[in-house]
Structure formats: structure tokens, C-alpha cells
């Protein structure tokens, strides 16, 4: 894409040379250097000859033209019809642009804790003028001034336009790792030092900071089991994002008036099957009740793995329970270099209910002994609803009797709650 600004006719058009280097690099100690800078090809008010047309001024942009050189920055000027003389002060302007641009990139990267720096050209501003030999770049700068400059600049479309690195799209408006240089700052930056003949944008690997975050948060609980406490285990799952500063947990309880704690607080990587325990820390110890019913694990600090999954996982065991339920809700919140989000994940519960053994029977059925249990709670199994004779009554009474003659002739009584033998 490209603009043009006119001005006085004068000899083949002249490109000025700013490059902006910027950079998201490896966060040292947990903070990010404001990666970006610039340099300038002055070029002359002659350059290399004459083209016999009217000066302009012309931006392209391209995610990634190559690596910051001269010929790559002829391609540039190629794409829309622009060819170089390749003289002295053609190429002189060129490569003091791409030359201080490209030492501003590393040197910054370096500075960040990016020791390995891919810096890449993405955009060119140029002055030309079309002839009848063609269109050409001299070298000249046509002395246009700053607002000339920014006003083909704007022209371009490339403030407006989106762009598209490692999958993720971004503008001339994103801002880099320091929240406020952009490339279309570095462009202002270098058109302030009008007259110049090329001004070329360059960026490493890591700009522009294409911090993505994750999808929403999932949760799920298994279930407990009952004795005389109840224990139910909680995950939360999210994503880890691109480029990400931090990912905290939070779940938040309703225990519906029954006592509870927390215990086996744990983060896993499960992408790298890593316990990311140690990088976390708890509000509440384990064994004990999160003040105000909110269980949280913060992040320590430093850079995130890049799409992994993360898993929080803890026990919650209600002592003593009554015939109810506990709800809770999962949070995350993600931040990255320029971006930040928070997420709930739907809302779960589970029962509890109190200890209640089942019943059993020992009967005399059918001229033998059989024990009855009643799983179902039914209350309706064994002597519950059996109804006893007066005969049935005197034969067990008889046979006691009889059996205390051949002993110690003593009955005992034995009081079952709902008989007497």
C-alpha cells in the first residue's frame, strides 16, 4: 500500500530513512523494557540525478519485507513501481537508515534478555518522483517538510490497517511491551526530522507484542463420599494464552451454613505434566477455611509458557454435614503485555447429606434364620412392619422358658426398641 504527497518538480525523488526498532523480548525479573527506536538517511536536495518529474512521498508496509537491507528496502520501493538509481547518495541514505535502525534493534533486544534478535523491515517511506524514464528514488529528500511527511503518511491507509503476525492480528495503533510506543510513534517520531529521503521500520521477533488471551476457563467436581465428613474435589482448568504476565485463580464458596476446609492446593502444567505449586501462592493453608468463602492462587511472577494448560485442583470436605449442598464458581484472570481479562467459569454444586447407616434384620422365616438389610432406606424391611401375634408372642416366651429349665432357670429380657422377648 502506498501514498503520495506532491511537491516542486526536482531531480529523481529522494527517500528519507527512519527505522523503528521495536522489540517484545524474554521479561527480565518480571518487567518488560520499552523495546523501539529509530534512525534517519538524510539524503541531499540533488540525490543521484533527475527524473524530469514532481516529487512525492510514498509509504508501503508489510509485515515482513526481509531483514533490514538495502536491497530489501528497493524491494519495498519495487512493490509499488519505484526503482533505485543505485548511486552514491541513494544508497548512502538507505544504508545509514537500515544500518542505525537495525543496531537500535538488537541493541534493545539485547537489553530486554532477547540475546538472539530477528529483526525484520515491515515498512518504508520514500521520496520519489515519476518521470518520463520512469519512477525513480535519487536519494533526494525534495526538502519536504514534517507536515508533508505525516500527511502522506496518513494517506496511506497504514495507520487504519490491520496486519497479521504469528496468527494474531494487530495495528500500527498496538502498542509495544512499554504500553505507549507503536510504530505509527516511531513513523511521528522520525517524520519530526523532515527533510529526509527514507524512512524504514523495523522490528524484531518478539514485536509487535501479539499477546493473545486464553479461552474461557472450564471447572468440574468429582465427587465425594460420605462418613462422618464429606470430601469433594474441585479443577479448574484454563489455558495459559500468548505472551501472558499472569494467571490467577480464584473460587469463590457458598457453603449453605456448614463448616468446611480446604486442603491439597495444587497447580499442575499438565502440557509438560510440571507442578507449577512452587510458582503459586495461597491465601489459605491447607487444613483450614478461606476467609470470606474466597480460595485464591496467585501467580508469583515472570513470563508464561505459551498455550499450555493449567490446572488448579484442591479438596473441599465438609465436617459434620447436614442434608444440603455447597456451591462455588471458578475465576481466572489472564494479563499479558498490553492486554488483560477476566473470565468465571459456570457455576457448580454439590450435596451433602448426613451419615445414615442402613438397617438390618435378623428373622426367623420360613423355619430358618435370615438377616434383611435395607439399602434403599426404605424403613420398611425386617420387624419395621411386621406385625407379631399373641401366639407368636407366647411361643417365644414358652421356649425362653424351656431353655431356662435345662440352665440357671433365669429369663433375660432384651429390649430391642421394638419388642420385649
Known amino acids: 500500500m502506498g501514498s503520495t504527497n506532491k511537491n516542486k518538480k526536482w531531480g529523481k525523488a529522494a527517500l528519507a530513512a527512519m527505522v523503528a526498532a521495536a522489540t517484545l523480548c524474554t521479561p527480565v525479573a518480571g518487567a518488560f523494557a520499552a523495546d523501539g527506536g529509530s534512525g534517519s538517511g538524510t539524503g541531499s536536495g540533488t540525490g543521484d540525478g533527475t527524473a524530469g518529474g514532481e516529487g512525492q512521498i510514498s509509504w508501503v508496509y508489510k509485515d515482513s519485507f526481509?531483514?533490514?537491507?538495502?536491497?530489501?528496502?528497493?524491494?519495498?520501493?519495487?512493490?509499488?513501481?519505484?526503482?533505485?538509481?543505485?548511486?552514491?547518495?541513494?544508497?548512502?541514505?538507505?544504508?545509514?537508515?537500515?544500518?542505525?535502525?537495525?543496531?537500535?534493534?538488537?541493541?534493545?533486544?539485547?537489553?530486554?534478555?532477547?540475546?538472539?534478535?530477528?529483526?525484520?523491515?515491515?515498512?518504508?517511506?520514500?521520496?520519489?518522483?515519476?518521470?518520463?524514464?520512469?519512477?525513480?528514488?535519487?536519494?533526494?529528500?525534495?526538502?519536504?517538510?514534517?507536515?508533508?511527511?505525516?500527511?502522506?503518511?496518513?494517506?496511506?491507509?497504514?495507520?487504519?490497517?490491520?496486519?497479521?503476525?504469528?496468527?494474531?492480528?494487530?495495528?500500527?495503533?498496538?502498542?509495544?511491551?512499554?504500553?505507549?510506543?507503536?510504530?505509527?510513534?516511531?513513523?511521528?517520531?522520525?517524520?519530526?526530522?523532515?527533510?529526509?529521503?527514507?524512512?524504514?521500520?523495523?522490528?524484531?521477533?518478539?514485536?509487535?507484542?501479539?499477546?493473545?488471551?486464553?479461552?474461557?476457563?472450564?471447572?468440574?467436581?468429582?465427587?465425594?463420599?460420605?462418613?462422618?465428613?464429606?470430601?469433594?474435589?474441585?479443577?479448574?482448568?484454563?489455558?495459559?494464552?500468548?505472551?501472558?504476565?499472569?494467571?490467577?485463580?480464584?473460587?469463590?464458596?457458598d457453603p449453605h451454613g456448614q463448616k468446611y476446609t480446604v486442603s491439597n492446593l495444587k497447580v499442575t502444567d499438565k502440557t509438560d505434566g510440571k507442578d507449577m505449586t512452587g510458582s503459586y501462592t495461597f491465601n489459605t493453608a491447607n487444613g483450614a477455611t478461606p476467609a470470606d468463602n474466597v480460595l485464591t492462587a496467585t501467580w508469583n511472577g515472570g513470563s508464561l509458557p505459551d498455550d499450555h494448560d493449567f490446572e488448579f485442583t484442591f479438596d473441599v470436605t465438609v465436617s459434620t454435614p447436614e442434608t444440603s449442598k455447597v456451591d462455588d464458581k471458578g475465576h481466572v484472570f489472564w494479563q499479558g503485555v498490553t492486554k488483560q481479562q477476566d473470565q468465571d467459569t459456570d457455576n457448580h454444586e454439590f450435596p451433602t447429606w448426613k451419615p445414615n447407616p442402613d438397617k438390618s434384620w435378623i428373622l426367623y422365616r420360613d423355619g430358618k434364620w435370615q438377616a434383611v438389610v435395607d439399602p434403599g432406606e426404605t424403613n420398611r424391611t425386617g420387624a419395621d412392619d411386621m406385625n407379631y401375634s399373641v401366639y407368636e408372642v407366647e411361643r417365644i416366651g414358652r421356649r425362653a422358658f424351656e431353655m431356662a429349665m435345662k440352665r440357671n432357670k433365669k429369663v433375660c429380657s432384651v429390649d430391642l426398641s421394638l419388642i420385649h422377648i
Open 66 to 253: 526481509g531483514s533490514p537491507t538495502r536491497e530489501n528496502v528497493k524491494s519495498a520501493m519495487g512493490s509499488v513501481g519505484v526503482k533505485s538509481m543505485d548511486g552514491a547518495e541513494s544508497n548512502g541514505a538507505i544504508d545509514e537508515a537500515v544500518t542505525n535502525a537495525n543496531n537500535e534493534c538488537v541493541a534493545r533486544a539485547k537489553a530486554s534478555g532477547n540475546q538472539n534478535p530477528e529483526c525484520r523491515l515491515v515498512s518504508v517511506g520514500f521520496v520519489h518522483t515519476p518521470g518520463k524514464s520512469g519512477d525513480w528514488y535519487t536519494g533526494a529528500n525534495g526538502t519536504f517538510d514534517a507536515a508533508k511527511w505525516k500527511a502522506a503518511y496518513n494517506a496511506s491507509g497504514i495507520p487504519n490497517g490491520t496486519y497479521s503476525y504469528q496468527g494474531a492480528n494487530y495495528t500500527t495503533r498496538s502498542f509495544f511491551s512499554d504500553g505507549q510506543t507503536s510504530i505509527n510513534s516511531l513513523a511521528a517520531r522520525e517524520m519530526s526530522k523532515a527533510p529526509r529521503a527514507v524512512v524504514a521500520i523495523v522490528l524484531d521477533q518478539d514485536e509487535p507484542p501479539v499477546d493473545t488471551p486464553p479461552a474461557p476457563p472450564t471447572k468440574h467436581i468429582t465427587g465425594g463420599v460420605s462418613a462422618d465428613s464429606m470430601t469433594n474435589t474441585t479443577t479448574i482448568e484454563s489455558k495459559t494464552g500468548r505472551k501472558g504476565t499472569k494467571l490467577d485463580f480464584k473460587d469463590t464458596i
